[in-house]
């Protein structure tokens, strides 16, 4: 059973910065693909970043160029760098996994920014 497990979220003024990170559990490939979501309250779920087995990296346009998604060199986990850390952005953040044609979810970290 594979299992997701975010963490390094919490509260943080604007402008500054936080590393969340995505660790698996379970029989699951080294570079699986995997993305990072953020739900703010009353919104729907959007797409922030992503990373392909192959490591290429994609943002969405509202993160781009302040957000940074990679991979640790040994073990199924990716990590999201955030910088210049906007009210906006304050959210769940959560990862998933694509895992043998299923996806699988996160329990979600709360990131809060306060201007």
């Known amino acids: 059973q594979v299992q997701l497990v975010e963490s390094g979220g919490g509260l943080v003024q604007s402008g500054g910065s936080l590393r969340l990170s995505c660790a698996a559990s379970?029989?699951?490939?080294?570079?699986?693909?995997m993305a990072w979501y953020r739900q703010a309250p009353g919104k729907q779920r959007e797409w922030v970043a992503s990373?392909?087995?192959?490591?290429?990296?994609n943002y969405a346009d509202s993160v781009k160029g302040r957000f940074t998604v990679s991979r640790h060199k040994s073990a199924p986990t990716v990590f999201l760098q955030m910088n210049h850390l906007k009210p906006e952005d304050t959210a769940v953040y959560f990862c998933?996994?694509?895992?043998?044609?299923?996806?699988?979810w996160g329990q979600g970290t709360q990131v809060t920014v306060s201007s």
């Open positions: 998933k996994a694509a895992h043998w044609g299923h996806d699988i």
């Open positions: 379970g029989n699951i490939a080294l570079r699986t693909p």
């Open positions: 990373i392909s087995s192959g490591s290429d990296r």
